[in-house]
C-alpha cells in the first residue's frame, strides 16, 4: 500500500513516503509536498504536464526531480492535484525520471496555495525503493 505522511522537523517540514515500487514511493513523496501547498480537493484537473529530471545517484534525483516541480510552480503558477505515474531509468551510470503531473495554474485553485516552498534539500535525506524521506526548504 501507498502513501505519504509528515515527520516533525525543527524549521523546515519533512515528507515521509513509501510505495511498492521506486516509481511509487517517488509519486508519493511528491503527492505529499503538493499536500503542503494546496489541498488536494482544490486542484481541479485542468492540465497535465510532464516532468524530467535526473541525477548522478537517487538521491540526487529525488531532489532534482521536487525542485523542478517548485520551479514549475514558481515560474509558471502550475499546481500539481496528483501524478499519474513517475518513471524511474538508470542510464550509462546515472538515473532520469519523468513524471506526468495533473493539475491547474494556482489561479484556478478554488482556495489560495497554503505555503510556498522554497526546496528539496538534501539535509537527512533517505531513499530506497520502497521508503523516501525528504526535507523540504519553507
Request: charged share 20%; with cysteine.
Amino acid at each position: 500500500m501507498a502513501g505519504y505522511g509528515y515527520r516533525d522537523h525543527v524549521s523546515d517540514v519533512r515528507v515521509r513516503a513509501w510505495g511498492s515500487s521506486l516509481g511509487e514511493t517517488f509519486a508519493q513523496a511528491c503527492l505529499g509536498m503538493w499536500a503542503m501547498v494546496a489541498e488536494p480537493c482544490s486542484v481541479p484537473p485542468k492540465r497535465k504536464w510532464t516532468i524530467c529530471a535526473a541525477g548522478q545517484d537517487l538521491e540526487e534525483l529525488l531532489v532534482n526531480l521536487m525542485n523542478e516541480q517548485i520551479l514549475e510552480f514558481d515560474t509558471k503558477g502550475l499546481v500539481a492535484g496528483g501524478v499519474e505515474t513517475v518513471s524511474v531509468a538508470e542510464q550509462g551510470g546515472a538515473f532520469a525520471a519523468t513524471a506526468v503531473l495533473w493539475g491547474c495554474v494556482s489561479a484556478e485553485l478554488s482556495k489560495p496555495p497554503r505555503r510556498h516552498l522554497k526546496a528539496a534539500t538534501f539535509h537527512d535525506l533517505l531513499v530506497s525503493p520502497n521508503l523516501v524521506e525528504v526535507t523540504l526548504d519553507v
